[in-house]
């Protein structure tokens, strides 16, 4: 097969002036926006009352004691074991102990739930809307320029991507449209932000997506709609299967023959 | 910028703490008193980090130590400055610069009633809680302390800090068996922490003269185990299982009866005493090696240096004898 000719489109100069450097400006400076906006929306964490604080911190003692157990001797542990599984089954830590047994209340009427919804909203809106906006007005004002060549050769599968919007079969695909010179920004930009930013800026929405499904873990343990009683009745159960043993066994004999292996 | 303005100093030697509060003018020269809100200037400026505001911190607990109340006062103002007058943690050191201006009881109850009035408003500001335990106990009202910190406990048994803290409340009363419990909680959060082993092992050691000695006696020489494996070379570790084996060797315990089935029992006197050995070569090789000048044996203490030296020349006359 012959070897194709490389392609020459001629380009006028000012489309890098007018094209390429205004879309790269734009994405920066909503990035930026976008990111004190965030800083702007976010509501301050909402403070524990005391009984929330010590329904869940037992929980979570519950949690530590029965992972560490190891660390205490025999009676210790079995000592805990019982005044925990006794406070847990009779609901001595909970938050309103008369209402044991009813259904967890509403989500969606839930003012303390509605909160942490507003705050992913509104998230999600600072997300959306610029990016609407932004391809809207790229679309509006540059489809079908072809901006620049990338400086090393690619695949025909990239076609498809890097040409959005500009409909020629028989182009190489190292050349770019102005859509995809969005796109790339979009994920690109990860760095320039942490330069200007710092590094837990919210101007990418990578990060935000990223971000997302760390705390999921959390939030549900304590999450809204979720009925603590029946968490307790589960971590009894959790702690009453705990097999004992304890690091103090034979830690002397073991110890000398670390002592003797040196 | 020295690194030990980073960390907490509450157990700095008092050297360090003298050469941290010297430093106090250059750091409160060189730093900015508050770091800007406004986008642009936050664009231009260096952005403010971590590391400033717990050098703060850390530094105005120096200077408190040392005396310099002025700097101090300025350290709290940048504090309050950036993160509000509200905030817990500034609401602590403020009260904490507070004590440390009073002169006498009165003013110092006064702080007190302070205290209780923001712990109306908020019952869960936990740094004031903990500075009204703290003030209490100063105040040489150890009881009410204990109660306080109780409390604290049972809204919030995950504080690995206020357990610890309750354990030596209880140990400056002489109550053993509850200091021993508290420990343990330490441990349960926190489960490798081998000074807090250590720690136990000595409370242990302690309970022993009073009550139910070999199994005391038993558990005391497994926590020290316990906290040398974790961690090599730590002097109080062997220090105490020194002690614990001298113990266990002069009087030889009576096989006690095993009440449960899984009761720690006393290993056998072959074992203990390869383990007394074992310290009393450890013991030795640490003095000697710190006392020679080796370059990686100085991070010890002079006065455990020294305690271990003295326990080392006390056996030995023994052996003597």
Redesign the interface.
Known sequence: MARLPVQTIQRDPQLFYWILFPITVVMVLTGILRHYATVLMATSPKKLDQKTMREQRSMLHGVATRSNFHVLSGPSFRARRDYLTNAYETGAFLKSPDQRGQPPPNPMTDPGAMDGMMGMMKNNMAMMIPNTLIMSWINAFFSGFVIIKLPFPITVKFKSMLQAGVATREMDPRWMSSISWYFLCIFGLQSVFNFLLGSDNAASQMAQQMGGMGPQAGAQMFGPGVDPDKQFKIETENLAVVEHYSVLDGVEDRLLEGIMSK | MSSSLLRPPSHLPPATALHNSQQAPNILNNSPGAVSTS?IQS?LST?ESQELWTTYENLLLSLLRTGDDDSAHLCLARLAKRFGDDNERVMALKGLIKEADANDTATLEIILKEYDQILQD???NLPIVKRRVALLRSMGRTPESITALISLL??????AEAWAELADLYFSQGLYSQAI?AL?EV???Q?NAWNV?ARLGEMLLMASKTSDAPRHLA?A???F??S??LCDDYLRGYYGLKLTTTQLLSEPQKASKQT?????AV?SSA?VQ??DE?ATE?LAEIVRRHTAGERDWQGYEEAEITAARELLEKASEKTVR
Do not use: G, M, Q
């Open positions: 986008v664009l952005s908020n019952p869960t049972d809204v919030s048994p995950t504080d419990f343990e441990l349960v959060l489960p082993h558990e020489l497994k926590r185990s316990r040398i494996e449960e089935p899984d009761e720690l290993p074992t390869k383990l074992a450890k």
